[in-house]
């Protein structure tokens, strides 16, 4: 009997002892699992929430200006717009033509040369080539004056693109380019070999006054361009560029008018 009671008691005690521990167990795991799930929302509250880096990132992106942001597209729609500009002043002024005889097919083909050439071509050569050639360009720009006067290599390389710009692009792309453009619009002919040959004579006769006229205005315009950020440089230049072609116009109309004078005393 007594056997038997201790028995009955130890038994009781095996029980009390195991549910004591299932129920310590599932205490430290639902513990386990609450923890779990507070980290987990932590943690995903934390991700949410932006970095002071990307939110830095995004400020600094939307505080740029559009030009900033699309140097090439911007200076591309500045080049574009300012050629047709120039070139219906050159036909209101120079030729003397009312608003409404405004010749578009013409002003087309300027618009296409402005687009083609001055914001493609020349953004292709001045940015992205420049920038390879010369390792400077970029960090150069972005420094303020001081800075660039003790930049003894950025230097050094703004002047070899002043150099390549005059006695490269200028006299042997960009002239013949335009007299061949302007050679489509006033020529005859239908050929387009006779346009390059023709718009190549007539620069080549010019050549004298249109490359003085270059070197005074284009070399100190190309030491401010060069120093300046990129963004800005080529819209510079574009806008700078109005007022060259205008001063082409001008005076190439200016002889022609002679000539055409000339042409009426001879034939009376």
């Not at 009390?16 to 932590?42: E, G, I």
């Not at 296409?112 to 420049?130: C, E, I, K, R, T």
């Not at 001008?250 to 001879?266: P, S």
Request: hydrophobic share 40%; proline share 3%; aromatic share 14%.
């Amino acid at each position: 009997m007594i056997a038997t009671s201790t028995l009955s008691r130890r038994v009781l005690s095996n029980r009390t002892s195991t549910s004591n521990s299932y129920w310590l167990c599932s205490s430290n795991s639902r513990r386990l699992t609450s923890n779990s799930a507070a980290k987990d929302a932590v943690t995903k509250a934390e991700s949410s929430i932006p970095s002071n880096a990307t939110t830095t990132t995004v400020a600094t992106a939307c505080n740029k200006s559009f030009a900033e942001r699309n140097p090439f597209v911007f200076q591309l729609g500045v080049a574009t717009a300012k050629t047709s500009a120039a070139d219906i002043m050159v036909q209101v002024v120079v030729d003397g033509k009312k608003w409404d005889e405004i010749d578009y097919k013409r002003n087309g083909i300027f618009v296409f040369f402005g687009f083609a050439y001055l914001g493609g071509f020349q953004y292709w050569l001045m940015v992205n080539q420049f920038s390879r050639w010369f390792p400077t360009r970029q960090r150069f720009a972005q420094l303020s004056l001081a800075e660039k006067l003790k930049d003894t290599a950025g230097m050094k390389d703004a002047m070899k693109m002043v150099a390549f710009d005059l006695f490269v692009h200028l006299p042997f792309m960009y002239f013949p380019s335009y007299y061949t453009c302007k050679e489509i619009v006033t020529g005859t002919s239908w050929n387009p070999l006779d346009w390059v040959k023709d718009g190549c004579t007539k620069y080549w006769n010019n050549k004298e006054e249109d490359l003085t006229a270059m070197f005074k205005l284009w070399g100190p315009i190309d030491c401010i361009q060069f120093s300046m950020p990129i963004h800005i440089s080529m819209p510079f230049r574009h806008i700078v560029s109005f007022f060259w072609t205008a001063y082409i116009s001008f005076t190439r109309g200016a002889v022609n008018a002679e000539e055409n004078e000339r042409r009426k005393i001879t034939e009376r």
